[in-house]
């Protein structure tokens, strides 16, 4: 039974940084996609960063310059680096997981296992 755990969410000052971990546990960690999304209270959920196995990587334009996604494949781990943080990126963070490679479009329908989730609140 696959399954993932985030952790590393919190407070934090805006302009600050804080890192999630995500764990995946009965999951063959390789030719797949890990991904990252966030969904706001009263907001649908939106992708935030994707990277498949190959190590390519994807980025909202909300995020990029200030998130980082990356893996640890030995530890089945996956990391989000959020630095620079805003007040809007207050939200609950997921990870996410899928057998196939990462699609075009950051979408919650190409993912099939899914963590979840770990608050990030931004104060201003």
């Known amino acids: 039974q696959v399954q993932l755990a985030e952790s590393g969410g919190g407070s934090v000052q805006a302009g600050g940084p804080l890192r999630l971990s995500c764990v995946a546990s009965g999951y063959a960690y390789t030719h797949n996609c890990m991904g990252w999304f966030r969904q706001a209270q009263g907001k649908e959920r939106e992708g935030v960063a994707s990277?498949?196995?190959?190590?390519?990587?994807s980025y909202a334009d909300s995020v990029k310059g200030r998130f980082t996604i990356s893996q640890e494949n030995a530890k089945n781990t996956l990391f989000l680096q959020m630095n620079s943080l805003k007040p809007e990126d207050t939200a609950m963070y997921f990870c996410?997981?899928?057998?196939?490679?990462?699609?075009?479009?950051?979408?919650?329908?190409?993912?099939?296992?899914w963590g979840q989730g770990a608050q990030v609140t931004v104060s201003s």
């Open positions: 996410a997981a899928d057998p196939s490679g990462c699609p075009v479009v950051l979408s919650t329908t190409s993912f099939r296992y």
């Open positions: 990277i498949d196995s190959d190590g390519s990587t």
